[in-house]
């Protein structure tokens, strides 16, 4: 069992930036892919980044690549994302998972085991 927790969510003007925080309980964290993902209200769920078990390996979403980057510390059992230069598309509500897959992360999100509760991302211009 995994228990994800987000954190550092908030409301930032256009350009700003945030460092959204994912904390894990549970053992074996270190065994987990994780992944950042979003959603928009009205909108579907979309992948924004997702990181190997052992933080070699990691992928960002086109639309965040550059600005975007997602890190991990399994000595603290914590994942990041730190976002910059945040632009209003970006306001969502943004959701860490977990998986012992890399590829269920990527590709079958609909298959990830572990969701964190969700934390609040608003870009005003």
């Known amino acids: 069992q995994v228990l994800l927790v987000e954190s550092g969510g908030g409301s930032v003007q256009v350009g700003g930036s945030l460092r959204l925080s994912c904390a894990a309980s549970?053992?074996?964290?270190?065994?987990?892919?994780m992944g950042w993902f979003r959603q928009a209200p009205g909108k579907e769920r979309e992948f924004v980044a997702a990181?190997?078990?052992?933080?070699?390996?990691?992928e960002h979403a086109e639309s965040v690549k550059g600005r975007f980057t997602i890190s991990r510390d399994n000595a603290k059992k914590t994942v990041f994302l730190q976002m910059n230069n945040l632009q209003p598309e970006d306001t969502a509500v943004y959701y860490c998972a977990a998986d012992l897959s890399a590829i269920v992360v990527r590709n079958a999100p609909g298959r990830i085991v572990y969701w964190g509760q969700g934390t609040q991302v608003t870009v005003s211009s």
């Open positions: 990181i190997g078990s052992t933080g070699d390996s990691y």
């Open positions: 549970g053992r074996s964290f270190s065994r987990y892919a």
